[in-house]
């Protein structure tokens, strides 16, 4: 009786004083049906500690109005965490960073569909791209990667 009392005493003091960023967020992804790449990003979510709701639609232009994704940042897939919006193949190492940092934005994106980002790995030559932060007020780089590889983050 004293060792499962004690045991559980310690469970609940060390689960109690995990940080917040140990629990998963769950990132609720919007996309088109018959996109194979979206599905890989949301594997690369899960595999980098995120719950993952699929929400499949056949059309995402109402959704990326109603999250206040600008046509220019669109790409083929949405997500949302925590408020923020997630726009297209943005890596998970962003998002745990935007999460951590909570800057004044809307979300991220990759715009596009840059060869190399999470969801779009291939062999050869990766594309270098941009993570956008963006805002009512603008839109800024958040990060800078060739495929997987971060090149530059900026502050």
Known sequence: MFKRLTRTLFAALTLGSLPLAAIAQTVTVHKTP???CCA???DHLRE???EVEVHETENMTPIREQLGVPQE???CHTGVVEGY???????AHEVH????ERPDATGLSVPGMPMGSPGMETPGMPDTYNVVLFSDDGAETYATYTGATAIHQHD
């Open 48 to 50: 980098n500690g995120f």
């Open 85 to 91: 919006v997630l726009e297209g193949h943005v890596p």
């Open 40 to 42: 890989h990003w949301v």
């Open 73 to 75: 940042l669109t790409s």
């Open 34 to 36: 018959w996109c194979g």
């Open 97 to 100: 960073r935007l999460l951590a």
